[in-house]
């Protein structure tokens, strides 16, 4: 079992950055190695996957990033960063992080996830 906490989340101004931190402890079936991704849900909108890293570090995005986040995990301390750039209010949402039963990542669907953090705010205006 995987326990995820995530910090970082805050308000800021368009343009601006932040940089999300998730804390995993625990293991999955398949040991210490198993994807971890970002998700985010604004209100009145459906989870949408962000990116997702396996344990060697191969990263996948959605493609509404476009260059302004960035996902990188450090297995040394097993904690995972999101980092925001450039943010518009649009990206307004709760960002949870999640992991997966599995060394594959994906973000086609949030199911694929087993573990769940409880989310952290991002506010932009």
């Known amino acids: 079992h995987v326990q995820l906490v995530e910090s970082g989340g805050g308000s800021v101004q368009a343009g601006g950055s932040l940089r999300l931190s998730c804390a995993a402890s625990g293991s999955t079936s398949s040991g210490s190695e198993y994807c971890m991704g970002w998700f985010r849900q604004a209100p009145g909108k459906e989870r949408e996957g962000i990116a997702a890293v396996d344990e060697l570090g191969v990263t996948m995005y959605a493609d509404f990033v476009k260059g302004r986040f960035a996902v990188s995990r450090d297995n040394t301390r097993n904690t995972l960063y999101l980092q925001l750039n450039n943010l518009k209010p649009e990206d307004t949402a709760t960002y949870v992080c999640?992991?997966?039963?599995?060394?594959?990542?994906?973000?086609?669907?949030?199911?694929?996830?087993?573990?769940w953090g409880q989310g952290t705010q991002v506010t932009v205006s």
């Open positions: 999640a992991a997966r039963d599995t060394t594959w990542c994906s973000l086609a669907s949030s199911r694929l996830y087993a573990y």
